[in-house]
């Protein structure tokens, strides 16, 4: 199932289709109807799609339906042809950073190997450094420093960039990254946003579903979507 579902994505980026589709999305309100007009939106191979809003708009929520969980939402919403909703196997094809990353107990070689077992340590501290924290992870001990059980020895922010290095080291044909630049200078900003972009560029088939609330990612959106007034614009 799961190689069936990688030849229908690949197929869909080889022929410039709709890799990610989402139609009229809207989460709903407790009456059971759309909190607001949906958003509708096409992010091919290739591409960056932004989305913005205000907290409750439903960019974490469309981020979820992507992951096959179950959500409450109206519209439609497709990867490679295929419904998102309650579609777990789908998760193969995805690498995800949440916003509020919890890393595993052990060490930051370990929280790497989740996302690509077979690595080794160059390809480790190539993806640290896309994620701008290979100097804190040097300076803590390197690929063996611990991580405590209770996420300490590294801040939130730290944390949040060796989840999206994770992200990054897979390989995986689409990245959904939740608020990945959040509480960075505007430089590490800047070298985030290059990296998400290089990513994405160096094989085909590859594309990015990014949440943010800072304008600065507007920069390199192929895609722009505003979830507060239901607009998407292409670059």
Known sequence: LLSEISRR???AASTGSPVV???EFA???DSGRPMRAGVSFVANAGEIAVLA???GAGKSTLLRTLLGQRTSHAGIVRIGGSAAEHRADLAELIAYAPQNITLLPGTVRQN???AAPD???ARMWEALRRAHVDNVVAHAGGLDAVISALGEGFSGGEARRI???RAFISGRPLLLLDEPSEGLDSATEANVMGSIRAYVDEAPGRLAIVVTHRPALKTIADV???LDDGAAATA
């Open 112 to 114: 790497l190997e989740l």
């Open 21 to 23: 589709e989402v139609r």
């Open 9 to 11: 994505v690949a197929s």
């Open 53 to 55: 809003g205000r907290s």
């Open 163 to 165: 989840g999206l290095a």
């Open 119 to 121: 690595a080794d340590d």
């Open 224 to 226: 722009w979507v505003d």
């Open 27 to 29: 989460v709903m309100g």
